[in-house]
């Protein structure tokens, strides 16, 4: 007789996960049912909201130590239901057999406690060692040999060092990888990383994703891999999970999901993914609308609202999840063509200025030198560059290429060491400070971080927000002021309730939309925009991009756009500029930018950059 085959190290079957609150009861997450065999990365994938954090967390348990939530359904480890386990049983399986990594690793390190007394801390706890038997000299060398041993798998030199030093001390690639070292400290069976990638360039995202797949494989590792971005679950997984209001809507192997998506919201992710080699300036693919909240109460399928395919069917009953060639798929429609290569839409021309027209912004051999005299930072060489009125200027590189610091010096925020920073032809930023009127700088440039909740005063509503510099720069007051702002709210796209709330209330793609509404009130000429969309949905990315392109045509707004996406930019952006350790290395527009004669650091940023894998 054949061998039985092995049976999954992960079953979760019918998961649902409910909070409950003063008026009602919340369902997070709906009858999910999932499996995953040893050896096997599971992407899940989906919007912010979808219920893909809370289904890792329900398996680790995590969450009935925030939240009164109820859990429903089985969620086995070798056959082990951890559902029902005791609390001192859990503690068992979470750290040992269970590993995770968080999304912020800095968030999650101790900051007050060195890198190496929290690895030889996690190994104790994995081994259940406490009091005097974690103190005697041989657990601990122990655990630091582990540790050091650890450190260099995951790619980090000089382990004495690094675990000498604090985690602020470290880069954000350094805390991802100790974050995983730590999570190998147990040698887990299960590892659930949470979106581990979302705030690293693509360089050191790519390390890190070449880091998973390599230690996966050694240690044989299942693994639950959580993340928005299509292009790195088709890098990473042999299996794909899509959520989308709590539900699973569609899954199967990776192949299969990405070449034959049978369910209209798979689809219209991999729509929202920018491609290298296919133009969008007219704008980019998004999905009208956002994920239902849990307390919207909707019979039929939660994606109808947003959906085209939706027939009154749709959103009369939920259909269930069922087997549709060797993936599932919960859609009374579902869709039975191949996904194809994207057409390549037709392409508004690149904004070029005519040669009389002066450039709203003229960088010119701009440096910046931190530190002291016996030991400086070069962040900025010698940057030169323009920007024309209407023109989306794209500027790439790695995290301490020096582009953030660059925009600070753009935007007055920090001073150039060397050269001058020209906006329009009578304000010039210099070393000592602005020549020229002032108020009519701050009004000029305005600038867009790329944290809108630690941009946004919490304490005050959207309407003060927005308010702020329309007093400071505009002469408008009273009547006229509040129907200033409700005007902002509706070219952004938010509604006139919006102006009540707190940023707190809002989404991530609502509290950058009020970034933008600030800082296009002052009707600026030229906005900084540094990493606006690198924390968001993909679709929700593409709704602020197409936001920002319809600002720069109908109000001919010149654009710094700063980011380490680059198939972003190059979707859109006039020109692009690449900088590398300080130095601006190559300008042009993206068809250049892609050619085999672009500069090798260029090349290296492409082939770094995650890719779908589409058929012709």
């Given amino acids: 007789m054949p061998n039985a085959p092995e049976p999954p190290l992960l079953d979760v079957r019918g998961l649902s996960v409910t909070l409950g609150t003063d008026t009602a009861d919340l369902e997070l997450v709906h009858h999910l049912s999932l499996t995953l065999d040893r050896a096997q990365t599971l992407c899940v994938v989906g919007e912010s909201g979808s219920g893909k954090t809370v289904t890792a967390l329900s398996i680790m348990r995590l969450l009935e130590f925030t939240a009164p939530v109820r859990t429903r359904g089985r969620i086995d480890i070798d056959g082990t239901d951890l559902v029902a386990l005791p609390d001192e049983e859990m503690r068992r399986y979470r750290g040992r057999r269970i590993g995770m990594i968080f999304q912020e690793a800095l968030e999650s390190l101790n900051p007050s406690r060195r890198v190496g007394r929290q690895l030889v801390e996690a190994d104790h706890r994995a081994r259940g060692l406490r009091g005097r038997r974690a103190r005697t000299p041989g657990a601990i060398d122990r655990a630091e040999r582990k540790a050091r041993d650890l450190l260099t798998e995951v790619g980090l030199t000089d382990t004495e060092r690094v675990m000498a030093l604090y985690p602020h001390q470290l880069s954000g690639g350094m805390q991802q990888r100790v974050m995983i070292a730590m999570a190998l400290m147990s040698d887990p069976d299960l590892l659930l990383a949470d979106e581990p990638t979302t705030a690293l360039d693509v360089t050191t995202q790519a390390d890190i994703l070449d880091l998973f797949r390599r230690v996966q494989r050694e240690h044989r590792m299942a693994c639950v891999f959580i993340t928005h971005d299509m292009a790195v679950a088709a890098e990473m997984a042999d299996r794909i999970a899509v959520m989308y209001g709590g539900r699973l809507v569609e899954a199967g192997p990776a192949t299969e999901v990405l070449t034959m998506p049978r369910h209209p919201y798979t689809r219209a992710l991999l729509d929202c993914v920018p491609q290298v080699g296919v133009r969008r300036t007219g704008g980019l693919p998004s999905i009208p609308g956002a994920v239902p909240s849990p307390a919207e109460q909707l019979p039929g399928c939660r994606y109808a609202p947003r ?55 003229r960088v010119r051999e701009v440096g910046r030198t931190f530190g002291t005299r016996v030991r400086q930072v070069h962040a900025v060489k010698n940057v030169s560059l323009a920007v024309a009125p209407g023109e989306f200027f794209g500027l790439v590189g790695e995290s301490g290429s020096g582009k953030t610091t660059l925009g600070r010096m753009i935007a007055g925020l920090e001073r150039p060491t060397t050269g001058e920073i020209d906006v329009g032809e009578d304000i010039v930023l210099t070393g000592s400070g602005i020549r020229g009127p002032k108020k009519d700088f701050r009004r000029r440039v305005q600038i867009v971080f790329q944290d809108p909740q630690s941009s946004l005063d919490p304490r005050h509503t959207v309407a003060a927000i927005i308010k702020e510099p329309l007093r400071e720069l505009t002469p408008l007051r009273g009547d006229a002021l509040d129907a200033r702002v409700l005007e902002l709210l509706d070219e952004v796209g938010l509604p006139a309730s919006t102006a009540r709330r707190l940023p707190g209330q809002l989404s991530g793609g609502q509290r950058q939309r009020v970034a933008i509404a600030r800082a296009i009130a002052p009707e600026p000429e030229l906005i900084v925009a ?37 198939s972003l930019v190059l979707s859109v952006a006039d020109r692009i500029g690449v900088m590398y350790q300080g130095e601006l290395v190559e300008v042009g527009h993206p068809d250049a930018i892609v050619s085999p004669n672009a500069h090798p650091y260029t090349r290296r940023l492409l082939q770094a950059n995650p890719k779908l894998t589409m058929p012709d």
């Fill in 530 to 566: 540094d990493e606006p969309t690198s924390a968001l949905d993909v679709s929700v990315q593409g709704q602020v991009m197409n936001l920002l392109l319809d600002l720069k045509r109908e109000r001919r707004l010149g654009f710094v756009f700063i980011t380490h996406n680059l």
């Fill in 307 to 361: 959906c085209p395919c939706a027939t009154t069917r749709c959103t009369a009953q939920e259909p269930d999840l069922i087997p549709a060639g060797t993936s599932r798929v919960a859609c009374w429609h579902p869709v039975t063509e191949p996904l194809t290569a994207p057409r390549k839409p037709a392409e508004s021309p690149a904004r070029i200025p005519a040669r009389d027209e002066a450039p709203v912004l």
